[in-house]
């Protein structure tokens, strides 16, 4: 029986055709919390190895857009802001 949180009460679903609980880490890693546990609507997009992707089960308040039908975790969207940003400069310093 899938287990999720919602509104911060866990709680267990019936059903078989349920979607994954988001995997998402809430608050600080330090402070010892969990996933966010809530019902996920979407995967992780972020190209892995060949053909393959992040696929982390993430909810719509983590699920970060970057494009159409294209969502990345929150961990691969910093990761695609920094490779952005690191684009930019090196642009930046080609054509000044
Ligand atoms: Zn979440
Ligand atoms: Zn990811």
Not at 5 to 30: D, E, F, T, W, Y
Not at 87 to 93: A, E, Q, R
């Amino acid at each position: 029986m899938p287990f999720y949180k919602i509104n911060g009460q866990p709680v267990h679903m019936r059903g078989s055709k349920l979607p994954p609980a988001c995997v998402a880490a809430v608050g600080l890693a330090l402070s010892g919390q969990g996933p966010c546990m809530a019902i996920s609507g979407f995967l992780c997009d972020w190209p892995t190895v060949k053909g393959r992707t992040c696929d982390r089960a993430l909810c719509d308040a983590h699920a970060q857009p970057v494009g159409k039908n294209k969502h990345y975790c929150p961990e691969h969207f910093v990761q695609h802001k920094d490779a952005s940003r690191q684009l930019g400069l090196f642009t930046s310093l080609v054509q000044p």
